[in-house]
């Protein structure tokens, strides 16, 4: 469903992926793992075309997306959800939710308010509070809920877990293996290899933008080496 192929991506002067090369089957789980500073972000960012690749090729569904306007992209079915969140913090969850709300998509499950608060329980209690009063766990269930609700086939999840309650992420890791269900295919960044062995079907490990192992769980887990070499603290 989603191909990435010998991909450059810089800030200004600084190289920052070096040939990145992986692929994500569709209704896969596919969990992007690395330190900070790895490259996890950048190479999110360079899928939905916020950052754009120098060269190589990013290829959606058969088609080549690599110098697509990031508009564009959403529009094609790509829902991303950044680490930053980027909630509205004036506007109450509903509101947020209505500014992510895009036509039905054939193939896609047609989210509506209440399917998303059958997801997110937290959100249906506090659907007319605003998001500046949300805890920072409520607000990454509002930024997933609102990109759900562009209808994507394809949802790429910037750090889902960082920086939130155990009980939360928990939560979160069930949210990622129901949308799964619904059909949804998932590119997932993380730092929590505990988090990604919960939810995820492959792994991809980067370090200093450099692709290090690629493979199921399972395997990474019959090379320990890689997982205490690329992982570890």
């Keep these: 469903m989603l191909e990435v192929s010998s991909v450059n991506s810089f800030?200004?002067?600084?190289?920052?992926?070096?040939?990145?090369?992986f692929s994500v089957a569709?209704?896969?789980?596919?969990?992007?793992?690395?330190?900070?500073?790895?490259?996890?972000?950048t190479t999110?960012?360079?899928?939905?075309?916020?950052?754009?690749?120098?060269?190589?090729?990013?290829?959606?569904?058969?088609?080549?997306?690599?110098?697509?306007?990031?508009?564009?992209?959403?529009?094609?079915?790509?829902?991303?959800?950044?680490?930053?969140?980027?909630i509205f913090t004036q506007l109450t969850v509903l509101e947020n939710l209505e500014v992510g709300r895009q036509a039905p998509r054939e193939g896609c499950v047609t989210w509506s308010e209440d399917m998303l608060f059958d997801l997110f329980p937290n959100l249906a209690e506090r659907r007319h509070n605003r998001g500046k009063a949300l805890s920072g766990g409520e607000q990454q269930m509002l930024t997933i809920a609102r990109t759900l609700m562009g209808n994507p086939a394809f949802i790429l999840l910037d750090e889902p877990s960082e920086g939130i309650a155990p009980v939360i992420v928990e939560q979160m890791a069930r949210v990622i293996l129901q949308i799964k269900?619904?059909?949804?295919?998932?590119?997932?960044?993380?730092?929590?290899?505990?988090?990604?062995?919960?939810?995820?079907?492959?792994?991809?490990?980067?370090?200093?933008?450099?692709?290090?192992f690629t493979g199921t769980l399972a395997a990474l887990q019959q090379q320990p080496e890689i997982r205490d070499a690329y992982l570890s603290v």
Excluded: C
């Design 181 to 212: 269900n619904e059909g949804l295919t998932v590119l997932l960044s993380e730092q929590n290899l505990h988090f990604a062995q919960a939810v995820a079907d492959g792994v991809v490990i980067i370090e200093h933008g450099t692709q290090k």
């Design 26 to 41: 569709r209704g896969q789980v596919v969990a992007l793992l690395g330190r900070n500073g790895a490259g996890k972000t």
């Design 11 to 21: 800030y200004g002067k600084a190289h920052v992926l070096n040939d990145l090369n």
């Design 44 to 86: 999110m960012k360079s899928i939905m075309q916020l950052v754009r690749p120098r060269s190589g090729s990013i290829t959606y569904q058969g088609q080549d997306i690599t110098r697509w306007p990031a508009f564009r992209v959403a529009r094609a079915g790509l829902g991303y959800v950044p680490e930053e969140r980027r």
